[in-house]
């Protein structure tokens, strides 16, 4: 819940860079807990089981990829609140072999049989979060195994066993998992199919409770054995398109077996002398390089961390950037964007001169960029060869649709909420696109070596987020479990790209998380910002920096999740 502040004492002074635990013994500001190190490899999940299983697979002589795999699989059943095979997924890969990143979009499409004309028709403004009719193909089978393909090592079945094991055997739910799934029931147990696999009785599995889904496990073992088209050619395609089809949805097995993602190139910006990477539309990576740009005109580390001029600027790049995001972000095989118009320098000095150093912009407008010619889970792994991989997975809006196929153990996404109900705009629903996507993946590289894979769960707070890690670990000096530890920010106005800013009143407002001082919040009021708290939208992190020096991995995993990293 968000309240306005008036008075409040919550917000309390954070010292140079986070809110400190405990007296170090080192004498040093470390902000919670230390970085975990080690040589060999590192995994760093939102559930510690997950990590586990990920490290359990380097071990075994698996690859970095493996290891996500089997971490991602796992976590789609100890972490349904956030991801599943129901979702899509993306990645960013370093090959130590080619020394070179690759980039994958594994992001589903509108079914063939739903046309805008039919919203129309059924005077429908918007698509629904929940139910059938936002429900997109589901890309992260596919995705598992063309990554796998590409970069694995062990077999696909081994890979698979330990989320079997654990959906056949129960494991216990963690706190902000079970805090999360209690939040979801209300909303999603009118839909068939939900209660009967996701709920005690109908109501949500405690912490500490044991969890099962063995539904799940026969599903994964199918797709074990039978490779991707067990998923997307079998039984499972033709369950889950019978199944929408009598909940009146559109998603046939014919959406299902056409569904493939693609290899695509990551796209950068310099941000003083580390070039950071994000993956192109229809994700919402390019709008945190937008606002690196735009950032990079100011000397931050001067302002300080934590200060409201600092503050200030974060939020007005972030307007800027997400009037263009709201205009231009949309599925690049339909549309025509300007991806190098939006990321070059020239264009951030355009739109750095719109921002005022004193007052708060209260409406911006998407800019005119040269046209080009021609609730989620995060995880990183890095293994002894140097490979690293940025994966992000999702369902959309926590559990997803609530469209729970018979006897699968999982739920479909609603990534097609994303869509425009608007003829002629670029993310507009059409048969067959990819909506507009909000998880993304990133990667810092530094002359031309890796030096960082990381990512950040939440929605429109992602591009915010991934910017904040950046700034405080280049400009602040944090380490690389400060940055993530450190209070979040996240502005709210024009989040979803149905619009611009302008149809937000007073600028949007700013959510400050606990630990900015109350003369920052005053300071931000003062410029005009609407300022207000809300409890737990700042996103979730994990991070895996490579120390070339001393060829030492770092992990980091945030505390505002149940996650953990873990090397060896």
Do not use: C
Request: hydrophobic fraction near 40%; proline fraction near 6%; glycine fraction near 12%.
């Amino acid at each position: 819940m968000k309240r306005t502040i008036l008075v409040t004492l919550l917000m309390l002074g954070i010292g140079t860079h986070a809110a400190q635990a405990a007296d170090r013994v080192t004498g040093k500001s470390f902000a919670t807990r230390s970085e975990v190190l080690a040589t060999q490899g590192m995994v760093a999940t939102s559930h510690p089981l997950a990590t586990q299983i990920g490290l359990d697979i380097l071990k075994q002589g698996g690859s970095a990829v493996d290891a996500a795999i089997a971490a991602n699989a796992a976590l789609g059943l100890l972490e349904p609140t956030g991801n599943g095979i129901g979702g899509d997924l993306f990645a960013i890969i370093w090959d130590a072999k080619s020394q070179r990143l690759y980039g994958y979009n594994g992001s589903g499409r509108s079914p063939q049989g739903l046309t805008l004309e039919w919203f129309e028709q059924q005077g429908i403004r918007d698509v629904p979060p929940h139910g059938p009719l936002p429900v997109t193909v589901p890309g992260a089978v596919d995705g598992w195994f063309a990554l796998h393909d590409r970069f694995g090592n062990l077999p696909m079945r081994k890979l698979l066993a330990p989320a079997i094991d654990y959906a056949e055997r129960g494991f216990p739910l963690t706190e902000v998992i079970a805090h999360y799934w209690a939040l979801s029931v209300p909303r999603l147990s009118k839909f068939p199919g939900f209660n009967e696999q996701f709920t005690r009785d109908g109501r949500a599995p405690a912490k500490g409770e044991i969890w099962r889904n063995p539904n799940l496990a026969r599903t994964l073992d199918r797709i074990a054995r039978g490779g991707r088209d067990a998923f997307y050619k079998g039984e499972i395609a033709i369950t889950i398109g019978d199944y929408i089809k009598a909940q009146g949805g559109f998603l046939s097995a014919g959406d299902m077996a056409a569904h493939r993602g693609e290899w695509v190139e990551p796209v950068s910006t310099n941000y003083r002398g580390y070039d950071v990477w994000e993956l192109p539309p229809n994700g919402q990576g390019i709008a945190a390089l937008q606002m690196l740009n735009i950032l990079e005109g100011f000397d931050l580390k001067s302002l300080g961390f934590g200060s409201v001029e600092y503050l200030h600027l974060l939020t007005e790049a972030k307007k800027l950037a997400f009037a263009d995001r709201a205009r231009w972000f949309a599925d690049p095989a339909t549309e025509k964007l300007p991806i190098r118009g939006l990321l070059s320098k020239a264009y951030a000095d355009e739109r750095r001169k719109q921002i005022s150093l004193d007052r708060a912009a209260q409406s911006v407008d998407a800019g005119h960029p040269e046209l080009d010619e021609g609730d989620t889970i995060y995880l990183t792994t890095a293994d002894a060869a140097g490979n690293m991989v940025s994966l992000i997975q999702s369902n959309y809006r926590g559990m997803g649709s609530g469209m729970s196929p018979p006897g699968l153990g999982f739920i479909l996404q609603d990534r097609g909420e994303m869509f425009v109900l608007k003829p002629g705009h670029p993310n507009s629903y059409a048969p067959g696109k990819r909506p507009f996507h909000t998880i993304i993946p990133a990667f810092v590289t530094r002359d031309g070596k890796p030096w960082l894979s990381f990512g950040v769960m939440g929605g429109a707070m992602q591009p915010q987020a991934h910017v904040q890690i950046v700034v405080n670990l280049i400009d602040f000096g944090m380490n690389l479990q400060e940055a993530g530890d450190a209070p979040r920010l996240q502005h709210e106005g024009s989040t979803e790209p149905t619009g611009q800013l302008t149809a937000m009143a007073n600028g949007g407002e700013i959510n400050l998380e606990t630990g900015f001082s109350w003369e920052t919040v005053r300071g931000l009021m003062r410029k005009g910002h609407r300022v207000t708290y809300a409890d737990g939208p700042y996103g979730g992190y994990q991070a895996i920096l490579r120390d070339q020096e001393n060829g030492v991995w770092v992990g980091a995993s945030e505390s505002r999740k149940d996650g953990q990293a873990a090397g060896y």
